[in-house]
Antibody, heavy 122, light 107 residues
Framework: EVQLVESGGGLVQPGGSLRLSCEVS????????MDWVRQAPGKGLEWVGR??????????EYAASVKGRFTVSRDESKNSLFLQMSSLQTEDTAVYYC?????????????WGQGTLVTVSS | DIQLTQSPSFLSASVGDRVTITCRAS??????LAWYQQKPGKAPKLLIY???TLQSGVPSRFSGSGSGTEFTLTITSLQPEDFATYYC?????????FGGGTKVEIK
């Protein structure tokens, strides 16, 4: 059974940093593109960033709203995906989900974690 | 960036109704359009991918169609468990974006 479990959320002050983790099981992490998606309270879904798979050299893409502040990475030995967030702003307050696809086309997200809440507030 | 506009943003319907949600893209997305269902406090669930392919385990009352810039999600005979918010997403180039969502509520 495939599972994605996020952790690391919490309360952080504006300008601060936080690292989220997503531990995966049931598939080989290096084979998969992995994404982060967030949802501000009461709002819609926003794609945050992506790391491609090993075959595509783990290259990354980001939404403009987080580029230069957020970094997606992974540690295959820990079966984990990470989202390093810095220079956090109140508008980064959201539930953060990790997501992936079972299909090599990487054109959908059928695997999702349960989400972890990040609150940016003084 | 490709913008996705969903309509309506809210709809009120009854059990048994046929429901259609539209997603318009600001430019062509080939067939790389997915639909998700989200219930409060839960992660989104994939319903449809590449415009019209039904995800395994999703009831056949859900269907997707469209091409280019206009896509639809149809639910025939709405069931109580279908009351939720629905999002479209394009996966054609970066950034990947989602539509604003359509909340389906009980009339």
């Amino acid at each position: 059974e495939v599972q994605l479990v996020e952790s690391g959320g919490g309360l952080v002050q504006p300008g601060g940093s936080l690292r989220l983790s997503c531990e995966v099981s049931g598939f080989t992490l290096s084979d998969h593109y992995m994404d982060w998606v967030r949802q501000a309270p009461g709002k819609g879904l926003e794609w945050v960033g992506r790391t491609r798979n090993k075959a595509n050299r783990y290259t990354t893409e980001y939404a403009a709203s987080v580029k230069g502040r957020f970094t997606v990475s992974r540690d295959e030995s820990k079966n984990s995906l990470f989202l390093q967030m810095s220079s956090l702003q109140t508008e980064d307050t959201a539930v953060y989900y990790c997501a992936s696809s079972s299909r090599a086309s990487w054109r959908d997200f059928d695997y999702w974690g349960q989400g972890t809440l990040v609150t940016v507030s003084s | 960036d490709i913008q996705l506009t969903q309509s309506p943003s809210f709809l009120s319907a009854s059990v048994g109704d046929r429901v259609t949600i539209t997603c318009r893209a600001s430019q062509g997305v080939n067939s790389f359009l997915a639909w998700y269902q989200q219930k409060p406090g839960k992660a989104p669930k994939l319903l449809i991918y590449t415009t019209s392919t039904l995800q395994s385990g999703v009831p056949s009352r859900f269907s997707g169609s469209g091409s280019g810039t206009e896509f639809t999600l149809t639910i025939t005979s709405l069931q109580p468990e279908d009351f939720a918010t629905y999002y479209c997403q394009h996966l054609y180039g970066y950034p990947l974006t989602f539509g604003g969502g359509t909340k389906v509520e009980i009339k």
